[in-house]
């Protein structure tokens, strides 16, 4: 981190080599909070650009007391919050290959076993869980993106969302409660069970474990 | 425990922040089957949002570039608050093309030396009655300090091959008056002009210039001062020590009260970055912006205006051949202070307010 800081202090005085040196150590971690949030790749990059730009010109600001990476992700989380659009939360699809610096991998779906008439499709569960996120108030998408596709600690996004970890912790709740509902009334017009009737119970389970669809 | 209360705390216990009312609220899943089968279905839907979006690619190859780019072109001119500077840059701009200009004012209109002026249209007297010998293309390779006007696509020699034919454009009561120029001074006008590589005595035809790419660059920089009259003290300092006068030092009055001080200088190309830096270290840089235009179709209509004048000149007589021959030295002089900045001068514009 002390690299990092060095970058910082060089940054901050206007040193575009140094800043560009802070892009390259953080732009997949951004990006991936853009693409999350945004949608689509070409959304996610122009949220992407816009936000170390945006760091670049206030950077002077950024005084230390946080992560610079924590810090990135207010300024991502903030744009997107404002941006008039409505922003899709990206659920990224079961189809799409993905693009690494190695090359184009495909997708291997490993998730979808067990009975038949719990199982969704691929691209339906892809979608009905888009659409259930889509509903939500942007607040409540941010909120869940941090926590469940970014893996945030209620202080980091408290650090991220300017709030309260009280706040972040009612509004959690109230994002994840409200997916359920929306996923689950999907589901149900479908006539598809979120949970199988002989899986163990939640409180018989292991905390957090997986259950399947 | 009610359903109400386990709900609220369902969140917090996913997230293993449930300490002390975790036994009570495992206690309540396992008597309400209607509660326990929520939290079922909530961790299997945020399971399934996990497993949909665990792979997320990495940036876009070329995205730190992007970014970079987009910092040094990005205009200055962003929000309302920036009208004044809006203003500022689009007068700049001009300036940018306009001001260079006044360099070369200073070096000959200030001397008072017009016969500095016309040695492109009058060349040394001996040379109008002899015409140059039979040495149509020069070798760069004789002349490897001076510069080739254009760069990019290499001297024109060929288009050059003949002396201009006929009578030399001369300008009426003034060539009498003015001696010709010693060789060496001759040379640095035309270096300034961008026709160095012309052997003595040839007439560059301006037809030979309108192909010539030529690009200006410039820098443009806001920088917010702790006091203005010791960091402009301080910019004319650095800027001496380097051998920098400014062509521009104005004070400008925002809308908003505040003074604004613009500074223009003309750089040498290669000394433009430390200069740059030095102005860098005055305070806190707002904004940044590099200018580069091509001025080849100016240049070249420029040309254009000067071949009609000087026709023009060579049959008017009295008041009009004066105003024609004005018209000219103006060209020139725009046409000089053009190749300069598209070849060894940057302009640097400064912005301080405080």
Same mark, same amino acid.
């Given at each position: 981190?002390?690299?990092?800081?060095?970058?910082?202090?060089?940054?901050?005085?206007?040193?575009?080599?140094?800043?560009?040196?802070?892009?390259?150590?953080?732009?997949?971690?951004?990006?991936?909070?853009?693409?999350?949030?945004?949608?689509?790749?070409?959304?996610?990059?122009?949220?992407?650009?816009?936000?170390?730009?945006?760091?670049?010109?206030?950077?002077? /600001?950024?005084?230390?007391?946080?992560?610079?990476?924590?810090?990135?992700?207010?300024?991502? @989380?903030?744009?997107?919050?404002?941006?008039?659009?409505?922003?899709?939360?990206?659920?990224?699809?079961?189809?799409?290959?993905?693009?690494?610096?190695?090359? /184009?991998?495909?997708?291997?779906?490993?998730? &979808?076993?067990?009975?038949?008439?719990?199982?969704?499709?691929?691209?339906?569960?892809?979608?009905?869980?888009?659409?259930?996120?889509?509903?939500?108030?942007?607040?409540?998408?941010?909120?869940?993106?941090?926590?469940?596709?970014?893996?945030?600690?209620?202080?980091?996004?408290?650090?991220? &969302?300017?709030?309260?970890?009280?706040?972040?912790?009612?509004?959690?709740?109230?994002?994840?409660?409200?997916?359920?509902?929306? @996923?689950?009334?999907?589901?149900?017009?479908?006539?598809?069970?979120?949970?199988?009737?002989?899986?163990?119970?939640?409180?018989?389970?292991?905390?957090?474990?997986?259950?399947?669809? | 425990?009610?359903?109400?209360?386990?709900? $609220?705390?369902?969140?917090?216990?996913? +997230?293993?922040?449930?300490?002390?009312?975790?036994?009570?609220?495992?206690?309540?899943?396992?008597?309400?089957?209607?509660?326990?089968?929520?939290?079922?279905?909530?961790?299997?839907?945020?399971?399934?949002?996990?497993?949909?979006?665990?792979?997320?690619?990495?940036?876009?190859?070329?995205?730190?570039?992007?970014?970079?780019?987009? !910092?040094?072109?990005?205009?200055?001119?962003?929000?309302?608050?920036?009208?004044?500077?809006?203003?500022?840059?689009?007068?700049?701009?001009?300036?940018?093309?306009?001001?260079? $200009?006044?360099?070369?004012?200073?070096?000959?209109?200030?001397?008072? $030396?017009?016969?500095?002026? #016309? #040695?492109?249209?009058?060349?040394?007297?001996? !040379?109008?009655?002899?015409?140059?010998?039979?040495?149509?293309?020069? +070798?760069?390779?004789?002349?490897?300090?001076? #510069?080739?006007?254009?760069?990019?696509?290499? #001297?024109?020699?060929?288009?050059?091959?003949?002396?201009?034919?006929?009578?030399?454009?001369?300008?009426?009561?003034?060539?009498?008056?003015?001696?010709? !120029?010693?060789?060496?001074?001759?040379?640095?006008?035309?270096?300034?002009?961008?026709?160095?590589?012309?052997?003595?005595?040839?007439?560059?035809?301006?037809?030979?210039?309108?192909?010539?790419?030529?690009?200006?660059?410039?820098?443009?920089?806001?920088?917010? %001062?702790?006091?203005?009259?010791?960091?402009?003290?301080?910019?004319?300092?650095?800027?001496?020590?380097?051998?920098?006068?400014?062509?521009?030092?104005?004070?400008?009055?925002?809308? +908003?009260?505040?003074?604004?001080?613009?500074?223009?200088?003309?750089?040498?190309? =290669?000394?433009?970055?430390?200069? %740059?830096?030095?102005? =860098?270290?005055?305070?806190?840089?707002?904004?940044?912006?590099?200018?580069?235009?091509?001025?080849?179709?100016?240049?070249?209509?420029?040309?254009?205006?000067?071949?009609?004048?000087?026709?023009?000149?060579?049959?008017?007589?009295?008041?009009?051949?004066?105003? !024609?021959?004005?018209?000219? $030295?103006?060209?020139?002089?725009?046409?000089?202070?053009?190749?300069?900045?598209?070849? +060894?001068?940057?302009?640097?514009?400064?912005?301080?307010?405080?």
């Amino acid at each position: 981190m002390e690299a990092v800081s060095r970058l910082v202090c060089r940054a901050q005085k206007r040193d575009l080599v140094a800043f560009e040196q802070l892009v390259l150590i953080y732009q997949d971690r951004v990006y991936a909070l853009a693409r999350h949030l945004a949608g689509n790749p070409l959304d996610a990059e122009d949220l992407a650009q816009e936000v170390f730009v945006r760091a670049y010109r206030s950077i002077h /600001t950024f005084r230390g007391e946080s992560d610079f990476g924590t810090w990135l992700h207010r300024i991502a @989380v903030n744009l997107w919050l404002n941006s008039r659009r409505k922003a899709a939360v990206a659920v990224v699809s079961l189809d799409e290959p993905v693009t690494t610096r190695d090359g /184009t991998l495909q997708r291997e779906v490993s998730t &979808l076993e067990g009975e038949p008439e719990s199982l969704l499709l691929g691209r339906e569960l892809n979608e009905l869980l888009q659409r259930a996120l889509e509903g939500l108030p942007k607040e409540q998408q941010a909120v869940l993106v941090l926590r469940e596709l970014q893996d945030h600690t209620y202080e980091e996004m408290a650090r991220i &969302l300017n709030c309260s970890l009280g706040t972040v912790r009612s509004r959690l709740s109230r994002a994840r409660e409200g997916l359920r509902k929306a @996923v689950s009334k999907r589901a149900g017009e479908l006539g598809v069970r979120l949970a199988a009737k002989d899986e163990p119970c939640a409180a018989e389970g292991a905390k957090g474990r997986p259950v399947r669809f | 425990m009610d359903c109400k209360a386990a709900s $609220n705390l369902v969140s917090g216990w996913l +997230d293993g922040k449930l300490v002390r009312g975790e036994a009570a609220f495992l206690q309540h899943l396992s008597g309400c089957r209607a509660c326990d089968l929520e939290v079922s279905e909530l961790q299997a839907v945020l399971a399934a949002l996990r497993e949909n979006s665990f792979a997320v690619p990495a940036a876009p190859d070329g995205f730190a570039g992007r970014v970079t780019e987009r !910092l040094q072109t990005e205009t200055l001119c962003r929000g309302s608050s920036h009208l004044l500077f809006r203003k500022f840059a689009l007068v700049a701009s001009f300036l940018f093309l306009l001001g260079m $200009n006044s360099l070369l004012v200073s070096r000959y209109l200030g001397k008072q $030396n017009q016969a500095a002026l #016309p #040695p492109v249209l009058t060349p040394a007297s001996d !040379l109008v009655t002899e015409p140059a010998p039979p040495e149509p293309v020069p +070798d760069p390779a004789k002349q490897p300090k001076l #510069p080739a006007p254009g760069g990019q696509e290499g #001297p024109p020699a060929q288009n050059v091959a003949e002396p201009v034919a006929g009578p030399v454009p001369e300008v009426p009561g003034r060539a009498a008056e003015s001696p010709p !120029l010693p060789p060496a001074k001759q040379q640095e006008v035309k270096r300034q002009l961008g026709v160095a590589f012309l052997p003595p005595g040839i007439i560059p035809d301006p037809e030979v210039f309108v192909q010539q790419r030529r690009v200006t660059e410039g820098v443009l920089l806001k920088v917010a %001062v702790a006091e203005l009259p010791l960091a402009s003290q301080r910019l004319e300092e650095a800027a001496g020590a380097q051998g920098l006068t400014p062509l521009l030092a104005s004070e400008v009055l925002a809308e +908003d009260g505040r003074l604004i001080k613009l500074y223009r200088y003309e750089v040498p190309y =290669l000394q433009a970055g430390r200069f %740059v830096a030095e102005t =860098l270290k005055l305070g806190r840089v707002l904004e940044e912006r590099r200018m580069k235009e091509d001025v080849s179709d100016v240049y070249g209509e420029k040309l254009e205006q000067y071949r009609q004048l000087a026709a023009r000149a060579q049959e008017a007589e009295g008041p009009e051949a004066e105003e !024609l021959h004005l018209m000219i $030295n103006a060209l020139l002089l725009d046409l000089a202070g053009m190749h300069s900045t598209s070849k +060894d001068m940057k302009a640097v514009t400064i912005w301080l307010e405080s």
